[in-house]
């Protein structure tokens, strides 16, 4: 980045690209690592089990993420800014507990079990991120996203919802929307991963910024 003669502020994060595999990892998935991608495998849990999975700080996975993250601050010594990972969102997190081909019938057949399970990953997924930001020192004041480069002036949350490219509208404005709304208030400046093929529910997307700005990332 040193070398390229642009104004893009340049930064590290714990996986440089793209691949969320601590949040599965964490979870005690199988972590598959690929050509071009790092993957968790499912679990295929019962509704019982996928609700006990927590954030556990003592978690060795957790606890290397963190120390990624510490190694980076001692290295970057403030020249460049140091941020979180990419993670797997609540919708994501759901179709690698419960399958991914079972996550989708689980919206229609159970709506009940998906929504506490959804809100429950929510949570999960936001402690993930406040946990970090912990541990983060500012950058000329502010906040950082490192995949995309993205400077804010208060604390950031990349949600990801890439398992929505298979939702209707109506599912998601049900039993999801409420969930990125929740993660969503928890943080000052937030912005959301998609691929093109969410982009039919870009109106409800956006109807959860509620009169505020929401990035929309292809």
């Given at each position: 980045?040193?070398e390229?003669?642009?104004?893009?502020?340049?930064?590290a994060?714990p996986?440089?690209?793209?691949f969320?595999?601590?949040?599965?990892?964490?979870?005690?998935?199988?972590?598959?690592?690929l050509?071009?991608?790092?993957m968790?495998?499912?679990?295929?849990l019962?509704?019982?089990?996928?609700m006990q999975?927590?954030?556990?700080?003592?978690?060795?996975?957790?606890?290397?993420?963190?120390e990624?993250a510490q190694?980076?601050?001692?290295?970057?010594?403030?020249r460049?800014?140091?941020?979180h990972?990419?993670e797997l969102?609540?919708?994501?997190?759901h179709?690698?507990?419960?399958?991914h081909?079972?996550?989708?019938?689980d919206?229609?057949?159970q709506p009940?079990?998906?929504?506490?399970?959804?809100?429950?990953?929510?949570?999960?997924?936001?402690e993930?991120f406040?946990?970090?930001w912990?541990?983060?020192?500012?950058?000329?004041?502010?906040?950082?996203?490192?995949?995309?480069?993205?400077?804010a002036p208060?604390p950031?949350i990349?949600?990801q919802?890439?398992?929505?490219?298979?939702f209707?509208?109506?599912l998601?404005?049900?039993?999801?929307?409420?969930?990125?709304?929740m993660?969503a208030q928890?943080?000052e400046?937030n912005f959301?991963?998609?691929h093109?093929?969410?982009?039919f529910?870009?109106?409800?997307?956006?109807?959860?910024?509620g009169?505020?700005v929401?990035?929309?990332?292809?």
């Open positions: 980045g040193e390229v003669e642009d104004d893009m502020i340049r930064g994060c996986i440089q690209v793209a969320p595999c601590f949040l599965p990892a964490i979870f005690g998935c199988k972590i598959r690592v050509p071009d991608n790092v968790g495998e499912e679990l295929s019962s509704w019982e089990d996928a999975k927590r954030l556990d700080h003592g978690n060795p996975w957790f606890q290397k993420y963190l990624f190694a980076l601050v001692e290295r970057s010594q403030g460049y800014p140091v941020s990972g990419a969102g609540p919708t994501d997190l179709a690698l507990l419960r399958g081909g079972k996550s989708i019938l919206l229609m057949d009940e079990e998906s929504a506490q399970l959804l809100m429950h990953l929510g949570h999960v997924f936001a993930f406040h946990e970090t912990k541990r983060l020192p500012l950058y000329e004041g502010g906040y950082f996203d490192a995949q995309y480069q993205v400077w208060g950031i990349r949600i919802e890439d398992a929505t490219a298979v209707s509208p109506r998601y404005r049900e039993l999801v929307q409420p969930v990125d709304r993660i928890q943080f400046c959301i991963h998609l093109s093929t969410s982009m529910m870009l109106d409800a997307f956006l109807d959860m910024a009169g505020r929401l990035r929309a990332s292809t």
